[in-house]
T-cell receptor, first 114, second 113 residues
């Protein structure tokens, strides 16, 4: 079965600092990988996804992620954090059994401080 | 543009009571899903429906039943609620295919006392 591991349940950065949220996946076949964001009391929305092709994927709100097969990683980055980035971030992988059943990591709560 | 709509938004149940969570999408998606979100555990799939007329169990189906009423609607039923089912429930929908985006509702916060 596919799985993802998110290192760090809570990450705190200063406004303007680099954001790095880590995600490692376990898959026996090339995966489809996603990052979702959840703002307080809301549902999840897609930040970006990797399917095939370019390994550096750009998403909304200045976020990007790089697929590294050799490291089985898909870390999320943003060069300069903004207060509005405070949210919970989930890495997810699609089940190779078919359909779009997502397997989520346990999430990383990002706090942005002045 | 409503997207995925869930009702109710909040619910408190007593142990043993039953209830149905409703979900509807207006994006003409074939696939629909029910997840539960618990602190420190991410989202876990309860049931999904790849297309109208089909449903399958996910990772944590025990204590739940689902109905895909039509292409738009996918309901989740708790027949006899237990405190362990206290959670936030999310419905989602997507087009068919492993690389497609899932769209989520706003969630239902359920407390079982």
């Amino acid at each position: 079965a596919q799985s993802v591991t998110q290192l760090g349940s809570h990450v705190s950065v200063s406004e303007g600092a680099l954001v790095l949220l880590r995600c490692n996946y376990s898959s026996s076949v090339p995966p489809y990988l996603f990052w979702y964001v959840q703002y307080p009391n809301q549902g999840l929305q897609l930040l970006l996804k990797y399917t095939t092709g370019a390994t550096l994927v750009k998403g909304i709100n200045g976020f990007e992620a790089e697929f590294k097969k050799s490291e089985t990683s898909f870390h999320l980055t943003k060069p300069s954090a903004h207060m509005s980035d405070a949210a919970e971030y989930f890495c997810a992988v699609t089940d190779t059994g078919g359909g779009n059943k997502l397997t989520f990591g346990t999430g990383t709560q990002l706090k942005v401080e002045l | 543009n409503a997207g995925v709509t869930q009702t109710p938004k909040f619910q408190v149940l007593k142990t043993g009571q039953s209830m149905t969570l409703q979900c509807a999408q207006d994006m003409n998606h074939n696939s629909m899903y029910w997840y539960r979100q618990d602190p420190g555990m991410g989202l876990r799939l309860i049931y999904y429906s790849a297309s109208e007329g089909t449903t399958d169990k996910g990772e944590v189906p025990n204590g739940y039943n689902v109905s895909r009423l039509n292409k738009r609607e996918f309901s989740l039923r708790l027949e006899s609620a237990a405190p362990s089912q206290t959670s936030v429930y999310f419905c989602a929908s997507s087009l068919t295919g492993m690389n497609t985006e899932a769209f989520f509702g706003q969630g239902t916060r359920l407390t079982v006392v």
